[in-house]
């Protein structure tokens, strides 16, 4: 098979050009992801779906590609991807939400990869100080989830062929669809899932991406720096679907406005600071707001809650209890 068809479908000018199917998009993934597509025709159905404004079935084909490519994980109640840059972030705190709500008996497959972070700002680094292991295969995964309920999957051992696409942004200075579509990956498939954006214009993109998959249960929020982390200071809109059916509501604010920047309200700013403001050797109120804000989003994602309100009172006592 060749793209030059895909090409031709995207770039035929005004009035001429069309979206792909989904299973044009997943053929299409699928032949860049193995390599038997020429680079310049890669590029250009990349650079030509970006530049239209990908639709909601060219994800779902996207993620079909990926969960083909990377075959059967272990299913988690919770879905957690994390795919932001780190440009403008500070320490991740969702990461603590992620084992708080692991905690509470829901298990949280978290999967992603990092570019342009602050040290930090990284993932990878932080997890060994949360106690949150690491797995290269769906049977160390499994065994993670029995054990620990919380699991961190890194792109390149879940998916080589999609971190290659993923990376081409290096190559073609813009990022593509693939970027979306691994929000949606959820590669053990788990009812319920939860993503962060940097761009507005993605939340309802997700949402419909998300309904195009059968997608059960899925909160898709404006997070700091693209990741799936509340901003405590700022009333939040929620966008996705319950059972199915698209749901778009507003989170309230959690406390005053005390600084613009998600990154410049806690005072803890050092890559330890995350263990210890989780054993209580540290304090910070704005950094405590973040991780139950948070993991208020996700129970609610679960259905551990009716609401929001409720999620919030719910997280709240799973953290004042995470040491007991």
């Not at 050009?17 to 053929?27: I, M, Q």
């Not at 700002?121 to 919380?150: C, Y």
């Not at 593509?176 to 498939?189: E, H, Q, V």
């Amino acid at each position: 098979m060749s793209l030059l068809p895909y090409v031709q479908a995207l770039a035929r000018g005004p009035g001429r050009s069309r979206h792909l199917t989904r299973e044009e998009a997943a053929d299409a993934l699928g032949q860049i992801m193995a390599g038997t597509a020429v680079p310049e025709a890669a590029g250009a159905v990349l650079m030509l779906l970006r530049y239209r404004g990908e639709n909601a079935d060219e994800i779902a084909g996207f993620v079909d590609a990926l969960r083909a490519e990377a075959g059967d994980w272990p299913q988690p109640a919770l879905d957690w991807p994390s795919y932001a840059a780190g440009r403008t972030r500070g320490l991740p705190w969702f990461l603590l939400a992620a084992r708080l709500v692991a905690r509470a008996g829901y298990p949280v497959m978290l999967h992603g990869w990092n570019s342009h972070q602050a040290e930090a700002a990284s993932v990878t680094a932080a997890l060994d100080g949360l106690k949150i292991p690491s797995a290269t295969d769906p049977d160390t995964a499994a065994a993670a989830l029995e054990a620990g309920r919380i699991v961190y999957l890194p792109l390149g051992e879940v998916c080589p062929a999609a971190l290659r696409v993923l990376r081409l942004r290096e190559v073609l200075g813009l990022r593509s669809p693939i970027n979306t579509a691994l929000r949606l990956f959820n590669p053990g498939k788990g009812a319920a899932s939860v993503q962060g954006v940097f761009h507005p214009p993605y939340l309802k993109l997700q949402e419909d991406s998300g309904l195009a998959l059968g997608q059960p249960a899925l909160t898709v929020i404006k997070g700091g720096g693209g990741e799936f982390e509340r901003t405590p200071t700022k009333a939040m809109a929620l966008f996705g679907l319950r059972d199915g059916q698209p749901m778009d509501m507003t989170a309230p604010a959690l406390m005053p406005d005390v600084t613009g920047r998600l990154a410049e309200g806690p005072a803890l700013v050092e890559p330890g600071d995350l263990a210890a403001l989780w054993s209580g050797e540290a304090e910070d109120a704005f950094a405590s707001a973040i991780v139950t804000g948070t993991a208020a989003l996700a129970l609610f994602t679960l259905g551990a809650a009716p609401d929001v309100e409720a999620a919030q009172s719910l997280a709240e006592s799973l953290w004042a209890a995470r040491n007991a």
